[in-house]
């Protein structure tokens, strides 16, 4: 599975890895960001391609269990 494009301009949260905080970025950013900065603990924190399927994976998870 790549990173899918159906969701490029939805809105996918996934939490930092230092201190559990939320981060919400459109699917379109974060296919090619390689690090974030957060918004709670203020860590700069790289985030890796297997990362990002997991996060997009989840994403299509939770909206076939909605659907």
Do not use: W
């Not at 230092?18 to 960001?33: E, H």
């Amino acid at each position: 599975m790549g990173l899918a494009e159906d969701l490029s301009d939805v809105a996918l949260a996934f939490d930092c890895p230092d201190c559990s905080y939320p981060a919400v970025r459109k699917g379109s950013a974060l296919k090619t960001i390689a690090h974030f900065r957060c918004d709670g603990c203020n860590a700069k924190v790289r985030i890796t391609y297997p990362q990002k399927l997991a996060i997009f994976e989840k994403h299509k998870l939770l909206t076939a269990q909605g659907a």
